[in-house]
């Protein structure tokens, strides 16, 4: 069955986040007082296609499987279902699954682009430090925008109980919405810096690959544009109090636009597909 | 003679329809003066809390009659000209009894198995008694049902938990703030409930207690003893910038907030949250503030569903009370002149249902 890979396996992995994110719309339509076990064996039956599909690529490189943004991506998701599937022993914390299965979805949707995983040579090349360290702080930046869009959907379906008196939003386990505001704003700010520190390295990567520092390109200009918005989101935030629900949707907006238009963008670029 | 009741609660009728029937204090004595002066009833008590208006009365007139009377005594008073259905209930022996025992353990209330109750029964009871308003009959039945609230207090798990309006308060506010240490308190008329919402939020570390009331010296009593400030009853609206909990309990016949007032109070605060909690019946605050980025506005009626899901948990509870209740009602035909009204065919009457 040679045919069958670990991007299978993946793909497979991702359609259970899928169902598991579809059956959480449910999970938040009910409160999340209650913990749920069919959303928990979900993730659990996703973790186990996630995690065969690392180990096949780690068996077939014979090294850890984190060379390209595929395998990062799906490194992180890994991550993070593995950290729910701890956590959720608790039957408490539980509900975490309701929103960890949209950033999974998402991510591993986002994850199986093609152009994310190009064919690996016979042996990776790690030639290139800054290239990796490039990349690497722009993902991480991605994942600090991702939780704070999932600290986001936490404040307004609070926030929605708390406006409309439902009852669940003093029996949930959801912490106050106060709290949650202050989350999505560090996360927002450990994305800017972790995003600000990656385009940094722009000019150099350019200046050795081009011998110039600027250069016009879609994903450099798109990363320039969501920096920007980002920083005017945390504007608003600090010199205006721009805060509450408008803040948690603009989280929740611009992470979804990401999701939905990072990977166009890094096919358009030249510079990242030569 | 037959005690009977009448009257209107959160079970069977809105806060909008309650707030018009509901006496201030100081027109009670003349309230029921004038009931008596009627002759519907030989001796009453009128009860009006936020969350119940209620008249007990003993009455020589058939039941019938005098829930005739008394509905429309209640209409007059109030200059309520349009018809009344089920908003207005009516009981009689025994049921009567046995509802005032409810009433006085807490078992009737919106928060289940709350004390507040307990004391706003006894003064009303302790007003009609002052004013003479209250005999034999009121008399035994009102301390038999204290009695029967202090039994049931200590002999059942009623009052387990958190159940008062007081701590339903603080649980939002935990759910609203991080923490309450940081958090600032304004309580706008200084009335027994806002008192024991600012205690209950004192007490799990709330920074600083406010108080704005109409009667200055009152509020700077109230603000010594929790440690806070008196601020000028008109000079409330100025203290919004700084204060996270604001907890509404004036007599204010008229919305003493609403939305143009809060909007321009949220900028400055910088459109932090505000918790806003009106305990007030008429309500002070407008409940299009609700819609404001970062308020949360809960009044009286809004904290039924936590009642609720209370009801639900304590249902053994409630039915161990109703047994207990149902004993010491018996006992009190039993030992004393009291005779449960006989109809003619030898069965205890049922709840007299006026045709109102």
């Known amino acids: ?274 | 003679m037959n005690v009977i009741v009448i009257g209107l609660s959160h079970h069977s009728s809105p806060v909008e329809l309650r707030e018009r029937f509901a006496f201030a204090e100081s027109k009670i004595p003349d309230a029921l003066k004038s009931l008596r002066e009627s002759g519907v009833a030989d001796e009453a008590v009128i009860l009006s809390t936020c969350n119940r208006v209620e008249i007990y009365a003993a009455t020589a007139l058939e039941p019938a009659q005098a829930f005739l009377e008394l509905k429309e005594f209640l209409k007059t008073v109030h200059a309520f000209e349009n018809p009344l259905g089920e908003e207005i209930y009516t009981l009689a022996e025994p049921q009567s009894l046995q509802h005032l025992f409810k009433v006085a353990c807490g078992l009737d209330s919106m928060v289940l198995g709350e004390t507040e109750i307990l004391g706003q029964l006894k003064d009303a009871y302790k007003l009609a008694h002052q004013h003479k308003h209250t005999g034999a009959r009121l008399n035994k039945i009102f301390q038999r049902a204290f009695n029967v609230a202090k039994h049931i207090r200590t002999e059942t798990n009623i009052q387990r938990g958190s159940v008062s309006v007081a701590s339903v308060a603080v649980e939002l506010a935990e759910k609203i703030f991080s923490s309450l240490a940081e958090r600032e308190v304004l309580v706008i008329g200084a009335g027994e409930t806002s008192e024991k919402v600012a205690r209950a939020l004192l007490s799990r570390g709330a920074k600083s207690i406010i108080v704005a009331n109409r009667s200055h010296e009152r509020a700077q009593v109230l603000a010594k003893e929790f440690g806070g400030r008196a601020v000028q009853f008109d000079d409330w609206a100025a203290e919004f910038e700084k204060i996270d909990i604001a907890i509404s309990s004036t007599s204010a016949p008229h919305h003493i907030l609403d939305r143009a007032k809060l909007d321009p109070l949220m900028k400055l605060r910088k459109n932090r949250p505000l918790l806003l909690i009106d305990i007030a019946v008429p309500r002070d605050i407008a409940t299009e503030v609700n819609f404001l980025e970062n308020v949360y506005l809960y009044d009286i009626d809004d904290l039924q569903s936590i009642a609720d899901d209370y009801l639900k948990q304590r249902k053994e509870e409630i039915v161990r009370c109703e047994k207990i209740i149902a004993e010491k009602v018996e006992a009190l035909f039993k030992s004393s002149g009291f005779q449960p009204q006989i109809s003619t065919d030898g069965q205890r009457l049922k709840p007299v249902q006026a045709n109102l």
Not at chain 1, 77 to 93: E, F, K, P, Q
Not at chain 1, 120 to 131: E, M, T, V, Y
Not at chain 1, 175 to 186: A, C, D, K
Not at chain 1, 209 to 223: A, E
Request: overall charge positive; hydrophobic content about 55%; proline content about 4%.
């Open chain 1, 1 to 274: 069955m040679t045919w069958f890979t670990d991007r299978h396996f993946f793909l497979l992995a991702v359609i259970f986040y899928g169902l598991s994110s579809a059956y959480s719309v449910f999970l938040w339509r009910k409160g999340f007082r209650k913990d749920d076990r069919v959303n928990y064996f979900l993730l659990l039956a996703a973790f186990a296609l996630h995690t065969t599909a690392i180990f096949l690529r780690g068996f077939n490189l014979k090294q850890c499987p984190v060379n390209n943004l595929y395998e990062a991506t799906v490194f992180i998701a890994w991550t993070i279902v593995a950290a729910y599937l701890v956590i959720g022993i608790s039957h408490r914390l539980r509900f975490l699954g309701a929103f960890a299965s949209h950033v999974l979805f998402f991510m591993g949707v986002f994850a199986l682009m093609p152009q994310l995983d190009p064919p690996h040579a016979a042996q990776p090349d790690f030639s290139n430090g800054l290239i990796s360290l490039h990349a690497t702080l722009i993902l991480l930046s991605i994942g600090a925008f991702g939780l704070s869009a999932v600290a986001a959907l936490m404040f307004l379906t609070e926030e929605h109980d708390l406006k409309f008196h439902k009852l669940r939003a003093i029996f949930s386990l959801l912490p106050p919405i106060q709290r949650l505001e202050r989350v999505m704003n560090g996360l927002l700010l450990c994305g800017i810096v972790l995003l600000t520190t990656g385009l940094a390295f722009s000019p150099w990567l350019l200046k050795q690959k081009y011998g110039v520092w600027f250069k016009n390109d879609p994903l450099l200009d798109y990363s320039i544009f969501i920096w920007a918005f980002y920083l005017a989101l945390l504007i608003a935030r600090w010199k205006f109090g721009q805060g509450g629900r408008r803040f948690a949707w603009s989280t929740v907006g611009s992470f979804v636009f990401i999701m939905l238009t990072f990977w166009g963008f890094l096919l358009l670029s030249p510079i990242h597909h030569p």
